[in-house]
Structures are given as C-alpha cells and as structure tokens.
C-alpha cells in the first residue's frame, strides 16, 4: 500500500508565492517520477509540472518561469514553488506519482501509478 499526500495549499494574493509539498510512503522500491496537476472548476485536469528520475523536468507553457518543481530522493519528496502566482492559477492542485514496487507476488516489481487528494490553490486578485 502506497499513500500520497500533498500539503502547501492556501489563499495567496496575485504576484505572492506557495510552495507545495508532496510525500509518498508505503511499499516502495523506487520512483520514476513525480508530477503536479490541477484542475479549475468546470474544466479538465491539466499537467502543471513533473520531473523524472535523473532530475528531468517538464512544464506547463502557462507556468513556465515562474513555477519550478524539484525532488528529495531520500524523502520520496516533490516540491513546486509558485512564483508570480495568478488568479488563473487557482485550482486544487493533485501530486501524481508513478512507483515501482512489489507486484502481486510479492516475488517481483510493478510499476504503479497514485493521486494525492489534492491541495486547494487559490489566488485573489
């Protein structure tokens, strides 16, 4: 059993800053990677960042410069730092995390993928 759980989320005005933390604990044998989603009312859960193992990273167009996503290999930790935080940036924010571990078995590994619950992210204006 794998959990995920994120923290970090509030009520910030425009051009303020958050950071966001995510955990994941449980039966691990490794993490590919790591990622932040969001979703706003009334529409479809995007991709907001995510970093894999060797520390690549990708971006959103809309966050790029001003959000950054790093990892603590030895905490199965994500962060996102929000920058220059816009009030089209609020939505509840999901940590989703693509884990290797045992398989059914028990004798083996698979490779697993878990959402957080999600952290809400508002910014005013």
């Known amino acids: 059993q794998v959990h995920v759980v994120e923290s970090g989320g509030g009520l910030v005005q425009a051009g303020g800053s958050l950071r966001l933390s995510c955990t994941a604990s449980?039966?691990?044998?490794?993490?590919?990677?790591m990622g932040w989603y969001r979703q706003a009312p009334g529409k479809q859960r995007e991709l907001v960042a995510g970093i894999r193992s060797g520390d690549s990273t990708n971006y959103a167009d809309s966050v790029s410069g001003r959000f950054t996503i790093s990892r603590d290999n030895a905490k199965n930790t994500v962060y996102l730092q929000m920058n220059s935080l816009k009030p089209e940036d609020t939505a509840v924010y999901y940590c989703n995390a693509e884990i290797q571990g045992p398989d059914s078995s028990g004798s083996g590994r698979y490779t697993y993928r878990y959402w957080g619950r999600g952290t809400q992210v508002t910014v005013s204006s």
């Open positions: 449980g039966s691990i044998f490794s993490i590919n990677a």
